[in-house]
């Protein structure tokens, strides 16, 4: 080892070689022999391999030295936020007067603090205070761009990455600005702006997240083909990433490939095997397909995840209506449901098992919300025809007619009734 290295290379050498205990020996002979802009220099070298707390102690040392080094005030603040220690960092900070050249540096990592405690108006008025003086900085307009990004604001965020954009910054601090840009733009609707930036996403960069979120968007615009192929690169980079089954089914769906969601829903149940809502979508696949047996298995399922579910519970109790298990419907819902459409399909399940007190309960119960649902108002009406409530099946009838003047059929029976005297 050459003599005449300083303690701080020494130290340095000591960490790289792995001698540790070594590096600790050497970096105490380094605070108290070597001269302060070595020590400057050993403690950027420490931040940067992460020895936080080594490099800390050097800045606090030379604060002591030198009380009104902006640079040393901020750069120890940074390591503080980074340690919780936020009281202490703003005390540093708070010594920076606003005529410093270290002052905007102040501003962003005050706003950096002020995130980590999610105080986001506060960071905001730090940044725009920030901006205000440096309007060209770079860091400044991706700190404004991200905290918009995360309090999902994203019309003000896309001003940002776009101003990054147009000086040529595309990537920074290991940020796709490109990617940001598109997903700002797709989550505030502006979904054909969106499309055009993820497209100028390299192929190399195209994580499956990027995927992701460019899928959904082509579902939002209805380019169903791109959106599958897209949802499809997203599972085959990682046939693991569950969240992308749902999209990648509702894709399906639109263009009623049936078979295909289906299969779509059964990979993505065996990657994820708790998901109500999969279970769902996999049930409707299945059921598109004519396979009730399944049906059945996966509604089952969604129920037993989530038996608070209204939507499977809905879906379960139409299954059983449809085929004629009404037994079964009256066994999953119970009487004191308050969605309308539960009570619809109990009325039903009641009315099918001949107890008609409760099937005019819930036939009660649901008309209020579905006093303009046709379908409803039909199957109310052949319900009090059939119990002989024939003067207030007269009144069901007028107003389902007025829904549906095409219905011939029922204007004829109605005239019927009417001339019956009812």
């Known amino acids: 080892m050459d003599n005449n290295e300083s303690y701080s290379q020494k130290t340095l050498a000591a960490l790289e070689s792995g001698q540790i205990e070594e590096s600790n ?54 390591i503080l936020i980074d340690q919780g220690k936020n009281d202490a960092a703003l005390e540093n900070l708070d010594q920076i007067p606003p005529d410093s050249e270290f002052y ?15 105080l986001y108006e506060v960071s905001e008025r730090k940044l725009v205070e920030a901006i205000k003086l440096a309007p060209e900085e770079p860091a400044i307009q ?6 918009y990004y995360t309090t999902q604001d994203y019309s003000k965020a896309v001003n940002y990455y776009l101003g990054l954009i147009k000086s040529g910054i595309s990537e920074m601090s290991q940020i796709n600005i490109v990617e940001r840009l598109a997903v700002s733009y797709a989550a505030y609707g502006k979904f054909e702006k969106a499309i055009a930036y993820f497209e100028q996403i390299h192929e190399e960069d195209l994580t499956p997240d990027i995927l992701m979120q460019e899928g959904i968007t082509y579902l939002q615009l209805d380019e169903n083909e791109r959106a599958q192929a897209t949802l499809e690169k997203v599972i085959e980079l990682d046939p693991s990433y569950s969240s992308a089954y749902p999209y990648l089914i509702n894709s399906y769906q639109k263009d009623e490939q049936w078979d295909k969601g289906l299969i779509a829903a059964q990979e993505g149940l065996a990657v994820d095997q708790y998901n109500p809502e999969l279970y769902l979508q996999a049930a409707e696949m299945a059921e598109h397909a004519l396979d009730n047996e399944l049906v059945e298995k996966y509604l089952r399922k ?23 298990k009404y037994d079964e419907t009256l066994r ?25 007190k409760k099937a005019a309960s819930h036939f009660d119960a649901a008309l209020s919300d579905l006093k303009d649902t046709t379908a409803f108002l039909l199957d109310l009406y052949h319900f009090l025809r059939e119990s002989g409530q024939l003067e207030r099946a007269v009144d069901i009838a007028r107003k389902y007619v007025k829904l549906a003047p095409t219905d011939v059929d029922m204007q004829d029976e109605l005239e019927q009734l009417e001339e019956q005297g009812y």
Do not use: C, H
Request: net charge negative; proline share 2%; charged share 30%.
């Open 25 to 78: 020996r050497l970096y105490s002979w380094a605070l108290r022999k070597d001269d302060n802009e070595t020590l400057y220099n050993l403690a950027g070298e420490l931040f940067a391999l992460g020895f936080d707390g080594k490099a800390l102690r050097i800045y606090e040392k030379l604060i002591e030295e030198y009380p009104n080094d902006d640079e040393l005030l901020v750069l120890a603040a940074e």
């Open 104 to 118: 905007v540096s102040s501003l962003m990592v005050q706003a950096d603090l002020y995130q980590t405690e999610e």
């Open 142 to 147: 991706l700190a404004l761009g991200e905290l």
């Open 302 to 324: 969604a129920i037993e995840l989530a038996p608070e579910n209204t939507e499977g519970m809905i879906r379960i109790t139409d299954f059983y209506n449809r085929i004629g």
């Open 332 to 356: 999953f819902a119970s009487d004191d449901i308050t969605d309308a459409q539960l009570n619809w399909n109990l009325a039903l399940a009641y009315w099918k098992t001949d107890d008609f």
